[in-house]
């Protein structure tokens, strides 16, 4: 077979676009094709919008509380407009980034299209058939739609519209108190809404209860009505919709609201396009791989939200360019998710890496160690009157296995953790670090420090210092 590329990929969102730019600065002949717009979900429908959103609802939230800290704001105006501008804006802004443009400068070849794989080299184009040794697969996902009577005869709201709305939705029912919910629930809770989240089970279940309990507290004073159960059937039309939750304790209810959004997770991106016509293995949700990324067919690999596993940007990344790494040197190079972080950017913010207490538990039993510092006792925290939260490190003797933490930026904390997790810093080393006062870094270190306590103030360290003490009194 005549090679046209040295790799062809498919999808120019965040995996793709890492896996193809990765490549071409090496120099290698590779093909980049993205058949909606560049930059895919993140840029689009995702991070950006959502993270704009909250932006403008985070100062709407700020102003509501009239007088504080002895100042006064004035009562805010929010111009669902003004909204939809910045947080288009925001994407403007950064689509060049993701541009045709900039992967071209960096001599990858871009094809507008959508992609069909033709065969375990081979991809054809809109009529053009391109050959290379490798194929990668970043296809990316879609929201889910549950199975719920009577979706497809109203109209409702995923993330892939939530952003186009021009006008202010007076009561947002969503279906889905994971992260999508949450975040949107309390951003348009801030902007004015009526918001009601339905959810079965606990909100947010992938992370840590103690750190979910606290954002639940806040959404709920700041007005997000939650409601504990499975929406099963919904009805109505545009400005008028109801859906009626089986609640969990057995009972129901019927939820009225004027937009409904779904929010019940992804589905993958791995059908229509050619893979399973050559025998590519799926998974429960997504493409089936091992950790080095490669499919069923050793020459495709599969990257990012279009195979099973964790659906994040900074997770697409990686993935993109390790699979990169793994072309440009011929070395496998496997996935490492021992120090995966996420956040949720509510405010409070949740972030988690590794373990949470009940995996670690889990897997670690008895030797599971969890040390505990509040941001009351934080002084940056309590100079900014804002000590919700805390931070807890999952430890398995002085091994940190996970670190949940939720407060005002509690994202920002999680670096040191992930150095430590993947063993190249220590709790030690942390706990004994210089930190800029007052920060909430300090938090780090007090939590890293309160793993050692026991140690560096037990009986050994003790008898050393009398022992020392006795001498120096001897000799003076
Ligand atoms: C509302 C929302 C908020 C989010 N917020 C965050 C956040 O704050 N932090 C975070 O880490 N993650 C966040 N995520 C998740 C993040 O957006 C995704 O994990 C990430 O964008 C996935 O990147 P990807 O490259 O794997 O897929 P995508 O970005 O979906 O890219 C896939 C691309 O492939 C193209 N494509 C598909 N099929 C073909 C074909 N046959 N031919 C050609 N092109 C094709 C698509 O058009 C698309 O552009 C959020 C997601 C949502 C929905
Ligand atoms: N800050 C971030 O990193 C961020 C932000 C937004 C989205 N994302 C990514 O986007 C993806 C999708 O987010 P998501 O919130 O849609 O999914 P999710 O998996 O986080 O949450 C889905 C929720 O829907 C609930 N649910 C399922 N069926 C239901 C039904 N019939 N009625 C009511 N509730 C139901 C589930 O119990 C769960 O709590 C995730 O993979 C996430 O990683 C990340």
């Known amino acids: 077979?005549?090679?046209?590329?040295?790799?062809?990929?498919?999808?120019?969102?965040?995996?793709?676009?890492?896996?193809?730019?990765?490549?071409?600065?090496?120099?290698?002949?590779?093909?980049?094709?993205?058949?909606?717009?560049?930059?895919?979900?993140?840029l689009n429908n995702g991070c950006v919008p959502s993270k704009a959103l909250i932006t403008a609802a985070k100062r709407a939230a700020e102003a509501r509380v009239a007088t504080r800290h002895g100042v006064t704001l004035a009562e805010p105006q929010v111009d669902w407009k003004g909204v939809h501008a910045h947080v288009h804006a925001a994407i403007a802004h950064i689509e060049h980034h993701d541009s045709a443009e900039t992967f071209e400068a960096m001599g990858v070849e871009v094809i507008k299209g959508w992609a069909r794989v033709t065969g375990k080299h081979s991809v054809e184009v809109d009529g053009r058939q391109l050959h290379a040794p490798r194929i990668v697969v970043a296809t990316g996902s879609?929201?889910?739609?549950?199975?719920?009577?009577?979706?497809?005869?109203?109209?409702?709201?995923?993330?892939?519209?939530?952003?186009?709305?021009?006008e202010r939705p007076d009561h947002l029912v969503i279906i889905g108190g994971g992260v999508i919910g949450m975040e949107m629930a309390q951003a348009h809770r801030r902007l004015g809404?009526?918001?009601?989240?339905?959810?079965?089970?606990?909100?947010?279940?992938?992370?840590?209860?103690?750190?979910?309990?606290?954002?639940?507290?806040?959404?709920?004073?700041?007005?997000?009505?939650?409601?504990?159960?499975?929406?099963?059937?919904?009805?109505?039309?545009?400005?008028?919709?109801?859906?009626?939750?089986?609640?969990?304790?057995?009972?129901?209810?019927?939820?009225?609201?004027?937009?409904?959004?779904?929010?019940?997770?992804?589905?993958?991106?791995?059908?229509?396009?050619?893979?399973?016509?050559?025998?590519?293995?799926?998974?429960?949700n997504g493409i089936e791989t091992d950790k080095r990324r490669r499919t069923s067919v050793k020459s495709i690999y599969a990257?990012?939200?279009?195979?099973?596993?964790?659906?994040?940007?900074?997770?697409?990344?990686?993935?993109?360019?390790?699979?990169?790494?793994?072309?440009?040197?011929?070395?496998?190079?496997?996935?490492?998710?021992?120090?995966?972080?996420?956040?949720?950017?509510?405010?409070?913010?949740?972030?988690?890496?590794?373990?949470?207490?009940?995996?670690?538990?889990?897997?670690?039993?008895?030797?599971?160690?969890?040390?505990?510092?509040?941001?009351?006792?934080?002084?940056?925290?309590?100079?900014?009157?804002?000590?919700?939260?805390?931070?807890?490190?999952?430890?398995?003797?002085?091994?940190?296995?996970?670190?949940?933490v939720v407060g005002k930026n509690a994202g920002e904390l999680l670096l040191p953790f992930s150095q430590i997790i993947t063993g190249k810093a220590s709790t030690f080393?942390?706990?004994s670090a210089i930190i800029s006062y007052p920060t909430r870094s300090e938090i780090s270190k007090a939590a890293a420090f309160a793993a050692w306590e026991p140690t560096v103030f037990g009986s050994l360290p003790k008898k050393y210092a009398a022992f020392v003490a006795k001498l120096r009194r001897m000799m003076n």
């Open 303 to 404: 990257i990012g939200d279009c195979r099973d596993g964790p659906r994040l940007t900074h997770v697409s990344g990686y993935e993109g360019s390790n699979v990169a790494l793994e072309i440009v040197t011929g070395l496998p190079t496997k996935v490492d998710y021992r120090a995966l972080p996420w956040v949720t950017f509510t405010e409070p913010e949740v972030a988690q890496i590794g373990l949470t207490e009940k995996e670690a538990r889990k897997a670690h039993g008895e030797k599971v160690v969890v040390v505990r510092q509040e941001f009351s006792e934080n002084e940056r925290a309590t100079a900014e009157d804002s000590t919700k939260g805390h931070m807890k490190l999952v430890l398995k003797g002085k091994k940190v296995l996970g670190v949940s």
């Open 193 to 284: 809404s009526e918001v009601t989240v339905v959810n079965p089970g606990p909100l947010m279940g992938r992370d840590d209860p103690d750190s979910v309990a606290v954002v639940q507290q806040v959404m709920e004073e700041e007005g997000v009505r939650f409601v504990f159960g499975k929406v099963h059937r919904v009805e109505g039309a545009a400005g008028a919709i109801t859906a009626h939750v089986e609640l969990d304790d057995g009972g129901s209810e019927a939820v009225s609201g004027s937009h409904l959004l779904v929010a019940v997770g992804r589905k993958a991106n791995c059908t229509g396009f050619g893979l399973e016509d050559l025998g590519v293995a799926m998974g429960r």
């Open 429 to 431: 080393a942390l706990g």
């Open 142 to 166: 879609k929201p889910a739609v549950p199975p719920v009577e009577g979706l497809d005869a109203v109209p409702y709201l995923t993330n892939e519209n939530l952003f186009d709305l021009t």
């Open 1 to 42: 077979m005549k090679f046209t590329h040295d790799v062809i990929v498919i999808g120019g969102g965040a995996a793709g676009l890492t896996a193809a730019g990765g490549t071409a600065l090496f120099g290698l002949k590779a093909a980049l094709i993205e058949g909606h717009k560049m930059g895919g979900e993140c």
